[in-house]
């Protein structure tokens, strides 16, 4: 069953860190985009960064500088430092599942449009 499953959520206090990860499983190629998106209550959902299997990436303007993103075949994994209060949200793994060839041009974007499969998600919560 194909599916996007994160893990690695959970507290800490501003300033600290925490490290994100998705597993996307029973894909039998490298995804050629993913991401990692999140949500707030009472706001929208925003793209956070995004990388492509070339290796290329990008970021919102709000994490530049303190969160990385990276792909390892198709686990993804987004690695946040000096975390503040309004990283607090619902994280969410987001891919392009389709196939492409293997010198395809692959656009990188943090809109949610260009992603047709997401995880469940997993909770961020910082506290001063």
């Known amino acids: 069953q194909e599916q996007l499953m994160e893990s690695g959520g959970g507290s800490v206090q501003a300033g600290g860190s925490l490290r994100l990860s998705c597993t996307a499983s029973?894909?039998?190629?490298?995804?050629?985009?993913m991401a990692w998106f999140r949500q707030a209550p009472g706001k929208e959902r925003e793209g956070v960064a995004a990388?492509?299997?070339?290796?290329f990436t990008t970021y919102a303007e709000s994490v530049k500088g303190r969160f990385t993103i990276s792909q390892v075949g198709n686990t993804l994994d987004l690695h946040m430092d000096n975390l503040a209060l309004e990283d607090t949200a619902m994280y969410y793994c987001?891919?392009?599942?389709?196939?492409?060839?293997?010198?395809?041009?692959?656009?990188?974007?943090?809109?949610?449009?260009?992603?047709?499969?997401w995880g469940q998600g997993t909770q961020v919560t910082v506290s001063s």
């Open positions: 029973g894909y039998s190629y490298t995804l050629s985009t």
């Open positions: 987001a891919a392009d599942v389709a196939p492409t060839d293997s010198t395809s041009y692959i656009p990188l974007g943090l809109e949610g449009w260009r992603y047709n499969s």
């Open positions: 990388i492509n299997r070339y290796g």
